[in-house]
């Protein structure tokens, strides 16, 4: 067998080859051979001609630049851009998918459902996902994207029963590149969200959730004033609300109830990221935090009471031919609204999923509003019903003491003018109580104006102690909207109209007219002050929070009890002797005062009432406004009435269930 041919180089330090020696293979090799002579060698034995040496200088020059280049975008994407890059990996690995909280419910004082969740489908999509064009593409590419958009929006909005324009409307809300996920419809039914869920994998960047909407209370229809209603948050809400950890997958409340109690209602959002497929589709469940549910409300709101209500009032408003009104029914003891009515009113349930174009141009240009919350929101002159708190303010400033008397004689003529009373022929000797009860208009145009030696009121102290009773500012009701009424001043007057206020002025403003202005619900609350005894409360519909009494600041404001019992004596005896006669044979004894307002313009009175009950012990004080209606004590009363009648027989005179 021949031994191996082995050869053994030595490369000395300046680089030449070095002697070397073998005693290995056929011949041993004792020379000195240079780099040429190694290379001659190497031709000798068949192993071709190496590089030169130049071209190993290049080759050098080259593999250095190669590798450099590859190492600098390792750490340019390693080190500079690696969170950012990272982040993108964990996405298209693992998703976070947002668990709405559920809205906590509202029920009424006994418990009854007003506001419940309801079990639904949700159609939902990642904008970022969806096909789209970029820069990048060439035009037949980028068409071709958009024609892949187009087709899977169509599709999906055939699939869940929505029509185009509204999902693409939807979508154009939002940034197309937002990674959130965006809910597009909600209230999907079961067959739907099937076919849904079977065509989603075609789908891609679309989503099905399981989630809830609202259910609100369809039989009293006046209540989607008091609960408003709960949507999806569009794209000018979320710039504001994302702070507050919004995402256009919730739902956020709109008006009503749902609007002012939001933070209570709206509870914690939970989450699930799970690890997904190229497809989107679950593979495993990563991590998971349970939504934390929203805060149950008990409000103030009897269901019985109002809807017995809205339905008398329906039933008036049919007689007349009067189509707007409201009824406010309070507890004067603490502000707690029993019944709070503007009508007409809506059905809030058609715009839990969105309400079409069609039927909310309707809504909105009815002219007569239903939805807007007159009984919280609308401002009108007050008239008669005014009358008791300029008594009040009489009494305490001296004006006029309870036994203090005017002729009545069908009006007053200051100069070229003449100031009438209702009455034709007037109402003869009148006192404070009497005053009241007949609704004399000559005794509050003396007391406010001043006449001959007596010296009104005057402007300022009117408006001074009506703002006492609440008149000119807001309540303080916890739903939105509220309006704050209107008082006038001489300084008002002479920069809004250019004109200097006149005596008559103060006449008109004494009997509740001219330019003051106040809402049903104003009233209602300065009414309590007069019922309780003298000091004011908040009306409020919100009574307990997860069975928690809530808390209802009460206003500052004390009244003198022995004037106030004289206004009470007087508003008694509008009913047994006076305007409001009409509910003396109730089973237990109330007071109230009437009112027929001039809204100005060649249009109807508006019809007032003012009443409380039981007279010695309060429960219930009551407001009812017919807009343009007549007169109060014809067409509010009644109304009164009726609801008189049915707390009484159904809550007791101390307001507790009769069975």
């Known amino acids: 067998?021949?031994?191996?041919?082995?050869?053994?180089?030595?490369?000395?330090?300046?680089?030449?080859?070095?002697?070397?020696?073998?005693?290995?293979?056929?011949?041993?090799?004792?020379?000195?051979?240079?780099?040429?002579?190694?290379?001659?060698?190497?031709?000798?034995?068949?192993?071709?001609?190496?590089?030169?040496?130049?071209?190993?200088?290049?080759?050098?020059?080259?593999?250095?630049?190669?590798?450099?280049?590859?190492?600098?975008?390792?750490?340019?994407?390693q080190v500079v851009s690696g969170a950012s890059y990272r982040a993108l990996a964990e996405r298209n690995r693992v998703q976070t998918r947002v668990l709405p909280a559920p809205r906590g419910t509202i029920a009424d004082r006994f418990g009854a459902p007003l506001a419940v969740n309801v079990p639904t489908f949700a159609l939902t999509v990642r904008p970022d996902e969806l096909p789209r064009a970029r820069g990048s593409q060439t035009p037949e590419d980028q068409a071709a994207q958009q024609r892949a958009r187009d087709a899977a929006v169509l599709r999906a909005s055939a699939l869940a029963g929505m029509p185009p324009e509204e999902l693409s409307a939807r979508l154009d809300e939002f940034s197309p590149t937002t990674s959130d996920e965006v809910t597009l419809k909600r209230g999907i039914p079961y067959e739907a969200a099937m076919r849904i869920a079977v065509a989603l994998p075609t789908l891609p960047g679309f989503g099905l959730q399981t989630t809830s909407i609202r259910s609100y209370d369809t039989t009293v229809r006046s209540l989607s004033h008091v609960l408003g209603y709960a949507g999806l948050v569009s794209a000018s809400e979320l710039e504001t609300l994302r702070a507050q950890g919004y995402r256009p997958v919730d739902a956020v409340g709109k008006t009503g109830l749902e609007k002012s109690a939001e933070?209570?209602?709206?509870?914690?959002a939970g989450r699930v990221m799970a690890e997904v497929d190229a497809r989107g589709r679950e593979l495993r469940l990563v991590d998971r935090t349970d939504p934390v549910p929203g805060a149950n409300l008990t409000l103030s709101i009897d269901l019985a009471f109002q809807r017995y209500a809205e339905e008398r009032l329906v039933a008036m408003l049919k007689r007349t031919g009067v189509d707007k009104a409201s009824v406010v029914a309070l507890d004067p003891r603490d502000g707690a609204v029993r019944a709070l009515i503007s009508w007409p009113s809506y059905d809030a349930n058609a715009f839990v999923q969105g309400i079409g174009a069609e039927a909310y141009k309707a809504l909105a240009e009815d002219p007569a509003h239903p939805l807007f919350p007159r009984a919280v929101s609308g401002e009108f002159p007050a008239g008669s019903t005014f009358k008791p708190f300029?008594?009040?303010?009489?009494?305490?400033?001296?004006?006029?003491?309870?036994?203090?008397?005017?002729?009545?004689?069908?009006?007053?003529?200051?100069?070229?003018?003449?100031?009438?009373?209702?009455?034709?022929?007037?109402?003869?000797?009148?006192?404070?109580?009497?005053?009241?009860?007949?609704?004399v208009n000559t005794f509050f145009y003396i007391v406010g104006g001043g006449y001959d030696a007596t010296t009104g009121l005057g402007v300022e102290r009117i408006t001074d102690y009506a703002r006492r009773f609440g008149f000119g500012q807001k309540t303080g009701i916890d739903l939105p909207g509220e309006a704050d009424g209107f008082l006038p001043s001489k300084e008002w007057k002479e920069k809004a109209k250019g004109e200097?206020?006149?005596?008559?002025?103060?006449?008109?403003?004494?009997?509740?007219?001219?330019?003051?202005?106040?809402?049903?619900?104003?009233?209602?609350?300065?009414?309590?002050?007069?019922?309780?005894?003298?000091?004011?409360?908040?009306?409020?519909?919100?009574?307990?929070?997860?069975?928690?009494?809530?808390?209802?600041?009460?206003?500052?404001?004390?009244?003198?009890?022995?004037?106030?019992?004289?206004?009470?004596?007087?508003?008694?005896?509008?009913?047994?002797?006076?305007?409001?006669?009409?509910?003396?044979?109730?089973?237990?004894?109330?007071?109230?005062?009437?009112g027929t307002a001039q809204p100005g313009g060649d249009v109807k009175t508006h019809a007032w009432f003012l009443g409380f009950g039981p007279y010695q012990d309060p429960t219930l004080t009551i407001v009812v406004l017919l807009e343009n209606g007549g007169e109060g004590s014809s067409f509010a009363v009644p109304i009164a009435k009726d609801l008189f009648a049915w707390w009484f027989a159904h809550r007791g005179p101390a307001d507790t269930l009769v069975q």
Request: charge should be neutral; aromatic fraction near 10%.
């Open 1 to 77: 067998m021949p031994k191996p041919d082995l050869r053994i180089f030595a490369i000395q330090d300046d680089g030449r080859f070095g002697s070397v020696s073998s005693s290995v293979g056929d011949r041993p090799w004792d020379e000195a051979v240079t780099r040429d002579g190694y290379e001659r060698s190497l031709e000798r034995e068949g192993l071709g001609s190496p590089l030169p040496s130049r071209r190993f200088r290049w080759a050098f020059v080259f593999l250095t630049l190669l590798f450099g280049g590859l190492f600098a975008r390792a750490a340019q994407l």
């Open 500 to 594: 200097r206020w006149f005596v008559g002025d103060t006449y008109h403003l004494a009997i509740g007219q001219g330019d003051l202005l106040a809402t049903p619900l104003q009233l209602a609350a300065a009414g309590a002050v007069i019922a309780n005894g003298g000091h004011r409360v908040t009306p409020h519909v919100v009574e307990k929070v997860d069975g928690t009494p809530a808390q209802v600041p009460m206003p500052d404001g004390t009244f003198e009890t022995a004037n106030v019992t004289v206004v009470r004596q007087g508003m008694r005896q509008a009913v047994t002797s006076g305007s409001a006669r009409f509910l003396n044979d109730l089973k237990f004894p109330v007071a109230g005062k009437t």
């Open 263 to 268: 933070t209570l209602l709206r509870g914690t």
């Open 390 to 439: 300029v008594s009040y303010a009489a009494l305490n400033e001296g004006v006029v003491n309870e036994h203090t008397s005017f002729l009545s004689t069908g009006g007053l003529s200051v100069g070229p003018w003449f100031f009438p009373d209702w009455k034709a022929g007037g109402h003869g000797v009148t006192d404070v109580r009497k005053a009241i009860a007949e609704s």
